[in-house]
C-alpha cells in the first residue's frame, strides 16, 4: 500500500516492520521526527519494543551495543552533533561485531551552527568499521533498513544508513509500506551464535595482546568484504520479494557514456533530470548512483567505468586540505585500471544549497569542455 | 580465557575468566565511607528518639520492631505521641520541600499498632548495681527510674499520690491523654522492677535524711503550686486553681463547675482547663494578656479550643475579683497594647489608659504558670528558685534533679529527657568513666538528648562512638523525592467533643502511617533505598544479609557516585593520602 510520508516516517515504518525489540536514541533535528514516530508507536502499543530515552546519543549507543549483545536486534537514529558523539561508541560496536542498525540524517556538522543537508557527518565515521549506506529518498531509505537488519546480521556489522536532511527527511513522497508478513518472511528473528548468558558470565571487550588485536581487525575486514557479496544476494532476495531493488548501486545510461556522472544520496534524483535533458540536447551522459559507500564496491566500479573517457563526481561534502570524499573513493578505486577516465571533482550542495538540474548540466558541460586532468576539487558556487 | 572453542570468539573476544585480578581500587584517589550522621529531627527531640529509624520500620510495616525502637530511648511513645509539642516537625527537612514529616502522629501510631504486644527487655548485666530514690514520679521521674532499670541499677520511686504519672495523670485530660495508655506506659516502666512508693511526701512521711540508705539521689518533684495572680479578691471561693481543677478532675471526682467561667492564662493548662470546662458544660472565656500569636499553647489546642465554643480576649489584666451579691464573681481587668519601654526592642504589655473592661462569671480559674515547692529541701540544693540539676549531699553523694524543677522549658518532653540525661550520668559516675569523653559522642547533633543506644553499644564494646553531625538539608539529593501531600490526623467533629472527654485525635490508620512513612527523608540514616547500589558503575556495592552496606576497596575507583545518589548523606568521599 502506497501512502505519502517523509523520508523520516518511512525509517519508522522500516524499524516497526522489523519488530525491533530495542530503540535507544536521543532527539536530535533532523532526525527528531522518527524518535517521535517510534515513540507515538510504543505509547499507543503498535510497536512491541523499549524506546529508550537516553540522556546523551553516546549513551545510546552503548546501550544498543549491549542490548545487540544480549541478543536482540536494536536500532538508533541521528544527525550530525549526535553521530559525532557517538564516535568512539561507533568504534565498540564494529569491534564487538554487534549488528545494531543506525539511520543518520545527513546534517552539516557545527561549527557555524546550521540544520542543513551535507554529508560530511557520516563520512566523517567512515573508518569506524560500519556498512554504510546512502539513500535517494523515501522509500529506498524504509528498504534499506529492512536489507540492512539482514546484511548486517549475516556478517556482524553495524549498519549506518544516511538520508539528507529535508530534502529526504522531510520531504513527503509516496512510499509503498510492505506488509508485515511478508516482512517477517524476508527478515528472520536475530540469532547470535553468542550473547551474554547469565549462567555463563563472561565479559566482552577484554585486554588482548597486540597480535590478537592484529588477528580481530583482520577477520572484522574479511566479514566487511564479503558485505559486497552479502548485500548483493540480499538485496536480489528483496527485489524478488517486493519488487524493488538498489544493488551496491546503479548505473544508468552508462553503456554508450563520454562522461558519467558519480553521485550518493538525493543529488542522484536530480542528476536523472539532467542525465534526461542533456540527452535530449544529444549529450552522451550517464549516471553512476553510489549506494554502499562501506564497504566500497571498487569492482563494481571499475566494472561500469570501464573504458570512461570522464567522470564528474558530485560531492555534498568536503574534506579540508583534500577534496571531496566521494571523489577521493573514485580515485582511490581506480587508479589501477587501465586507461582510467579523467575524474572530475565538483563541490556541491554543500551545507544544504539547492542542487538543481541546470547546475549539474552546467558542471557536465564544464567537464565535457576540459582536455586536462584537474587536482583539485572545483566548487560550485551558482544558487 | 577459557580453553573450549566457540566458533563466534573468532569475531569478538570473550573473557570468561574474572576480571578480579585487576586492583583497580588502587587507582581511586578517593574512597566511599559510610556515614551515619542525625537527623535534624532528632537533634531537636530533647529524649532523643530515633525518628528516622523508627519511621523506617513503621514503612516497612515493622511496627513492633519499630516500637521496641523507640522503646530503646524513650519510654512514652504513646503518651509523647499525643501530648508533645514536637519540635522535631519545625527541624524536619521535608519542611523545606514541602510538608514536614508526620512525626508526632507516627509517634502515636507506634503505640497505638502495637497495644497487643509486650516487648521482652533485658537490663544491662552490671555487677555494680546501685540502689537510687527518685523523688516524684511524673513523667521525668518515670523516665529516670526506667533507664536506670536498663542499665541494671535498683530504684526506687517515691510519689506523695496515690498513683503515678505526675501531670500525665493528674493534669492533662482524658482526651487529649486517654488514661489507659498512660497507665499502659508506666506499667512497661515498673515492669522493670522499680520499687514504687506512693503516697510517700518526703519530708511529711519521712525525713529527708532517711534518703542517705541511697547511693544516689533524683529530684524530679514537678512543679506543683499555681502561681497565684497577685490581685485583690483572689482568695475568693470562686475563684479556682486551674491545675486543682484539672486534678480533681481526673481523680474521677464530680464538679459543679458552674456555667459561666472565666480562665485566666495563655499556656496548655489554661488551655486543658478551658476545654474540660466546655465539655462539663460550661460557657468558657479565656483571658489572656498577650497576643494570639504570643500564647505559650500549642497552635493546635488554640484551633481545637476555638471550634469548642471557647472565646478569647487578647491583651487584659485582671486587677480585681469581687464577688457579687447573686453568687457571682466580677473580674475587672485592665486593657493592654504591645508596646516598647524606654525606646528598647523588647516589646512588652502596657496599660492602656483609662481603658478597662469587666466581665462577670459563676467561677474563674488561674493558670498563669506552676511553681515549685522546695520546702522540704536542704537549702544548698536550691539556686535562683530552681533546684540545682547537679549537687552532691552527704559524703559526696550524687543528687541530680530534672523535669519541671530544674530551670528548663516546662514540657513532657523535657522532663523525660531530663531523666534520662540523668540515670546516664548516674551510670558513667558509677562506672568511673570520664563524662566529657562520653557525651560528645552519645548525643545527638548540638543541642541534642542522649543516645541511649550509643551508650549501650559504647558499654558493650568499650568503644565510645565519635561526635556525629546533623545532616545539613543542602547535603541531601532531593532529585530523589517527590512532593507527597501531608495526611492529616482525623479529629473529631467538635459537637462529638463536647459531649464528654472522649479522644480528639483518632490517630492514623496503618495504610495512613506507611504513606506518612514514606514520606520520611531518613536524613543520615540508610534507609536501604539501594540507590548505592543500583548505580554503582564498577559494581562494587554489596548488602550483606544482616543489612550492612560493603564497598570492595579493591575494585572502587572512588568515582563517587554512590555519595552523589544517596539521597539522605549516608556516605561521603573521603581521599586517599
Redesign the interface.
Known amino acids: 500500500m502506497k501512502s505519502f510520508i517523509t523520508g523520516n516516517h518511512a525509517v519508522a515504518y522500516g524499524v516497526k516492520l522489523c519488530r525491533t525489540p530495542l530503540i535507544a536514541a536521543y532527539p536530535i533535528t533532523p532526525q527528531t521526527a522518527i524518535y517521535e514516530k517510534l515513540s507515538e508507536w510504543e505509547a499507543s502499543g503498535e510497536l512491541k519494543g523499549i524506546m529508550m530515552r537516553t540522556e546523551s546519543e553516546h549513551s545510546a549507543m552503548a546501550s544498543c551495543i549491549a542490548a545487540s549483545l544480549t541478543g536482540v536486534r536494536t536500532f538508533t537514529a541521528t544527525s550530525s552533533q549526535g553521530l559525532a558523539l557517538m564516535h568512539e561508541m561507533l568504534h565498540f560496536a564494529s ?3 554487534v549488528p545494531v542498525v543506525m539511520v543518520n540524517v545527513n546534517r552539516l556538522l557545527a561549527a557555524p551552527w546550521g540544520f542543513w543537508a551535507d554529508q560530511l557527518d557520516s563520512l566523517s565515521q567512515r573508518d569506524t568499521g560500519w556498512i554504510q549506506l546512502y539513500c535517494e529518498n523515501g522509500q529506498e531509505a524504509l528498504d534499506s533498513v529492512i536489507q540492512a537488519y539482514r546484511v548486517a546480521e549475516e556478517v ?1 556489522l553495524p549498519a549506518m544508513i544516511s538520508l539528507e536532511a529535508f530534502f529526504v527527511s522531510h520531504a513527503m513522497e509516496p512510499v509503498d509500506i510492505p506488509e508485515q508478513d511478508e516482512v517477517d518472511r524476508f527478515l528472520p528473528p536475530l540469532n ?3 550473547r551474554f548468558d547469565v549462567e ?7 585486554v ?1 595482546p597486540s597480535e ?1 588485536y592484529r588477528d ?1 581487525r583482520h ?2 575486514q574479511q ?1 566487511m568484504e564479503s558485505v559486497k557479496e552479502v548485500a548483493q544476494r540480499v538485496d536480489e532476495a528483496f527485489k524478488k520479494q517486493f519488487g524493488r531493488g538498489y544493488g551496491l548501486g546503479e548505473a544508468v545510461m552508462t553503456e554508450d557514456a563520454e562522461l558519467v556522472i558519480v553521485t550518493a544520496g538525493s543529488i542522484t534524483s536530480t542528476s536523472r533530470v539532467a542525465v534526461k535533458i542533456l540527452r535530449e540536447k544529444g549529450y552522451r551522459v550517464g549516471l553512476l548512483k553510489i549506494r554502499y559507500f562501506r564497504p566500497f564496491p571498487r569492482e563494481w566500479v571499475q566494472q561500469k567505468l570501464r573504458g570512461k573517457k570522464k567522470i564528474a563526481v558530485i560531492d555534498r561534502n568536503f574534506s579540508l586540505g583534500s577534496g571531496g570524499i566521494f571523489g577521493q573513493e573514485l580515485k582511490a578505486a581506480l587508479v589501477h585500471s587501465q586507461d582510467h577516465p579523467l575524474i572530475f571533482n565538483y563541490i556541491a550542495g554543500i551545507g544544504g544549497v539547492d542542487v538543481t538540474p541546470e547546475t549539474i548540466q552546467d558542471m557536465v558541460l564544464d567537464a565535457l569542455k576540459r582536455r586536462e586532468p584537474v587536482e583539485e576539487s572545483i566548487w560550485i558556487k551558482e544558487g | 580465557m577459557d580453553n573450549e572453542t566457540r566458533p563466534f570468539e573468532f569475531v569478538i573476544p570473550i573473557s570468561y575468566g574474572s576480571t578480579e585480578v585487576f586492583e583497580t581500587g588502587r587507582w581511586s584517589f578517593q574512597k566511599p565511607e559510610s556515614l551515619l550522621g542525625w537527623a535534624p529531627c532528632e537533634e531537636a527531640c530533647p529524649a532523643g528518639n530515633p525518628i528516622p529509624e523508627s519511621i523506617h520500620l513503621i514503612e516497612e510495616g515493622q511496627f513492633r520492631e519499630a516500637l521496641e525502637t523507640i522503646l530503646l530511648e524513650n519510654p512514652f511513645p504513646g503518651t509523647c505521641g499525643r501530648v508533645c509539642y514536637h519540635p522535631c516537625e519545625e527541624e524536619c527537612h521535608r519542611k523545606k520541600f514541602d510538608e514536614p514529616v508526620s512525626i508526632n502522629d507516627l509517634e502515636r501510631f507506634t503505640y497505638d499498632a502495637t497495644l497487643d504486644y509486650d516487648p521482652e527487655f533485658s537490663s544491662f548485666p552490671t555487677r555494680d548495681a546501685r540502689r537510687i530514690a527518685i523523688i516524684g514520679a511524673g513523667p521525668c521521674g518515670l523516665s529516670c527510674a526506667y533507664f536506670l532499670s536498663l542499665l541494671g541499677h535498683r530504684v526506687t520511686l517515691f510519689e506523695m499520690e496515690e498513683e503515678p504519672g505526675g501531670i500525665l495523670r493528674w493534669g492533662i485530660p482524658e482526651y487529649r491523654l486517654p488514661k489507659e495508655v498512660l497507665r499502659k506506659e508506666v506499667e512497661r516502666i515498673l515492669s522493670l522492677g522499680v520499687e514504687m512508693k506512693t503516697g510517700m511526701e518526703v519530708g511529711t512521711s519521712f525525713p529527708f535524711e532517711d534518703l542517705k540508705g541511697f547511693d544516689a539521689l533524683f529530684l524530679s518533684p514537678g512543679a506543683r503550686g499555681s502561681r497565684s495572680l497577685g490581685v485583690k479578691g483572689e482568695e475568693s471561693k470562686r475563684v479556682w486553681k486551674g491545675i486543682e481543677f484539672l486534678r480533681k478532675m481526673n481523680s474521677g471526682k464530680r464538679i459543679k463547675a458552674g456555667g459561666e467561667v472565666i480562665v485566666i492564662g495563655g499556656g496548655n493548662t489554661a488551655m486543658d482547663v478551658a476545654r474540660s470546662a466546655r465539655r462539663l458544660g460550661c460557657s468558657v472565656l479565656v483571658a489572656y494578656r498577650r497576643t494570639e500569636a504570643e500564647m505559650p499553647s500549642l497552635p493546635e489546642e488554640i484551633v481545637e479550643a476555638k471550634e469548642e465554643g471557647v472565646r478569647f480576649e487578647f491583651l487584659i489584666q485582671p486587677v480585681e475579683i469581687k464577688e457579687t451579691k447573686r453568687g457571682k464573681v466580677r473580674v475587672k481587668f485592665q486593657r493592654l497594647k504591645r508596646g516598647s519601654v524606654n525606646g528598647e526592642r523588647k516589646f512588652l504589655s502596657i496599660p492602656v489608659e483609662g481603658g478597662d473592661v469587666t466581665f462577670e462569671a459563676d467561677r474563674v480559674f488561674t493558670a498563669i504558670g506552676e511553681e515549685v515547692d522546695f520546702s522540704w529541701l536542704p537549702e544548698s540544693l536550691i539556686e535562683n528558685k530552681f533546684v540545682k540539676p547537679e549537687s552532691r549531699l552527704w559524703d559526696n553523694r550524687m543528687v541530680l534533679a530534672g523535669g519541671d524543677a530544674i530551670h528548663q522549658p516546662r514540657r513532657v518532653v523535657d522532663a523525660i529527657s531530663s531523666g534520662k540525661r540523668a540515670a546516664i550520668l548516674m551510670d558513667i559516675h558509677f562506672r568511673g568513666f570520664k563524662k566529657e569523653e562520653i557525651l560528645s559522642g552519645i548525643k545527638k547533633g548540638d543541642k541534642g538528648g542522649l543516645s541511649m543506644a550509643s551508650y549501650l553499644r559504647g558499654l558493650k564494646s568499650g568503644q565510645w562512638e565519635e561526635p556525629k553531625k546533623v545532616v545539613p538539608y543542602e547535603d541531601l539529593n532531593p532529585l530523589f523525592f517527590k512532593p507527597k501531600e501531608r495526611l492529616r490526623n482525623e479529629i473529631l467533629p467538635p459537637e462529638e467533643r463536647l459531649k464528654g472527654f472522649m479522644e480528639v485525635r483518632r490517630g492514623f490508620k496503618s495504610e495512613e502511617a506507611r504513606i506518612s512513612a514514606s514520606r520520611c527523608f531518613s536524613c543520615g540514616h540508610c534507609n536501604f533505598c539501594f540507590n548505592c547500589y543500583y548505580f554503582c558503575p564498577e559494581g562494587v556495592v554489596f548488602f550483606e544479609p544482616d543489612g550492612s552496606r560493603r564497598v570492595d576497596l579493591n575494585h572502587c575507583k572512588g568515582c563517587g557516585t554512590c555519595s552523589k545518589v544517596c539521597p539522605r548523606h549516608v556516605i561521603e568521599m573521603r581521599a586517599v593520602l
Open positions: 569491534g564487538c561485531r556482524f547470535l551464535p553468542h555463563r558470565p563472561g565479559f566482552f571487550v577484554p588482548v590478537l580481530y577477520l572484522a566479514s
